[in-house]
């Protein structure tokens, strides 16, 4: 069955650090993977995706993901983080159709 | 260009009762999702309509159904509500049925079944 996991429920960064959430994914084929961002009151916003071709994708607001095939992976990046990072962060993979299933999320907390 | 619009923004609910979601998709949109997501954890996925057919179904008792308007506004409908359906729920649209078209959100309808 298509699954997605997300191994860390809540990761603190100080300001300018650099971030990395996890992300593992259980698909049949080929996935299409997201990184979805959500604020408290607010819907989710895309951040990236993939779908095929070069293993390193870039998104909106700094951040970068990178697919590995070989450990089932697609761990988003951003090289120094901002206090408005502080969110929720969804990654999922899409099923039939536009469904998408989600893994639980991570919440991010930045420190100054 | 408005995005993607829900109502209401919040409904209190009593078990057993009825309820509906309403969501309007951005202009020029054709598909509309929706989602459960309930507290700690992620959204999922309950239906998907495009040009007013059913594409998609999640795992949702028979309580749960939608219909998609000619307009390609969107309505979600609960039967016997359950205090397990409290929940934020998610509208999304997009220009296409496949995931290679870019869904975007609502903000949400919040769902509190006392």
């Known amino acids: 069955a298509q699954s997605v996991t997300q191994p860390d429920i809540h990761i603190t960064v100080s300001e300018g650090a650099s971030l990395e959430l996890r992300c593992n994914y259980s698909?049949?084929?080929?996935?299409?993977l997201f990184w979805y961002v959500q604020s408290p009151g607010q819907g989710l916003q895309l951040l990236l995706k993939?779908?095929?071709?070069?293993?390193l994708v870039q998104g909106i607001k700094g951040f970068e993901a990178e697919f590995k095939r070989s450990q089932s992976s697609f761990n988003l990046r951003k090289p120094s983080v901002h206090w408005s990072d502080a969110a929720e962060y969804f990654c999922?993979?899409?099923?039939?159709?536009?469904?998408?299933?989600f893994g639980k999320g991570t919440t991010l907390s930045v420190s100054s | 260009d408005a995005g993607v619009t829900q109502s209401p923004t919040h409904l209190i609910k009593t078990r057993g009762q009825h309820v509906t979601l309403r969501c309007s998709p951005i202009?020029?949109?054709?598909?509309v999702s929706w989602y459960q997501q309930v507290l700690g954890q992620g959204p999922q996925f309950i239906f998907q309509?495009?040009?007013?057919?059913?594409?998609g179904r999640g795992n949702f008792p028979d309580r749960f159904s939608a219909r998609q308007f000619p307009n390609y506004s969107s309505e979600l409908n609960v039967n016997a509500l359950l205090l397990g359906d409290s929940a934020l729920y998610l509208c999304?649209?997009?220009?296409?049925?496949?995931?290679?078209?870019?869904?975007?959100f609502g903000p949400g309808t919040r769902l509190t079944v006392l």
């Open positions: 999304a649209s997009s220009l296409g049925a496949t995931a290679y078209n870019e869904q975007f």
């Open positions: 698909y049949g084929a080929t996935p299409y």
């Open positions: 993939y779908f095929s071709g070069d293993t």
């Open positions: 999922a993979v899409g099923a039939q159709g536009t469904a998408l299933i």
């Open positions: 202009s020029g949109h054709k598909s």
């Open positions: 309509y495009y040009e007013k057919e059913e594409r």
